[in-house]
């Protein structure tokens, strides 16, 4: 069942003012690869930043109705609610979403502290869609001096591929990326391609331009 209707996130969502968030945190809070949203019990969206924006406007797992988060599925939108219930209880909880193409959607339910005359307010916050986002990569690249090569090399490491299927994908000898991975942990003061990798997979949660992408 396709509980999704019309409307998109655009300007259907609510001003800060309803969230206590000052401009400052809002502006910080877009800069994060993870999707965060502030909403009450209801699901009701009172701030969403960049990331849960692009989010929403896929109609993936997630959208609005109005200004309410909505599943894609009847059993999901049960379970996002009982998830708000508990955190408006002062209880955490884990759930995964289901899409109609692909991985589903990890996210994190959380209670926040009432404060300011504000009723109860919740935390949904969204798993990142990659180990390795294309911006932090780029930043990392930059601040080691790889080269575009050493850098796709990296990404594609980084996706929990081998070297020799490194190779394929680059259509290269095995030799050649193991000549790559040499370099790069040499400029990278790596032990080796696990180290590396786990140095990628907790750079800062830098977002990359959603506002350059199209919404819907």
């Known amino acids: 069942m396709d509980v999704f209707a019309g409307g998109g996130p655009g300007n259907a969502l609510p001003v800060d003012a309803k969230t206590g968030l000052g401009s400052g945190m809002a502006l910080l809070l877009d800069e994060l690869a993870y999707g965060m949203v502030v909403a009450g019990a ?83 916050m969204f798993a990142r869609a990659s180990v390795c986002d294309s911006l932090m990569l780029c930043f990392f690249a930059r601040s080691h001096g790889l080269t575009a090569t050493e850098e796709t090399v990296l990404g594609v490491l980084c996706q929990g591929y081998s070297a020799p299927q490194v190779a394929l994908q680059m259509k290269v000898a095995v030799s050649t990326i193991r000549s790559h991975v040499r370099s790069l942990c040499a400029k990278t003061r790596s032990s080796g391609v696990r180290e590396l990798v786990n140095r990628v997979a907790v750079l800062p949660p830098v977002a990359p331009a959603f506002w350059q992408e199209p919404l819907h």
């Open 42 to 124: 209801d699901g009701q969206v009172l701030h969403a930043n960049q990331a849960a924006r692009h989010e929403l406007g896929r109609r993936r797992v997630l959208a609005l109705q109005g200004a309410a988060l909505h599943a894609r599925t009847a059993d999901d939108g049960r379970v996002l609610l009982e998830a708000l219930a508990k955190a408006i209880e002062g209880k955490r909880s884990l759930i995964t979403l289901t899409a109609a193409e692909g991985p589903g959607l990890m996210v994190a339910v959380l209670p926040l502290r009432a404060e300011g005359g504000h009723p109860p307010r919740v935390a949904v």
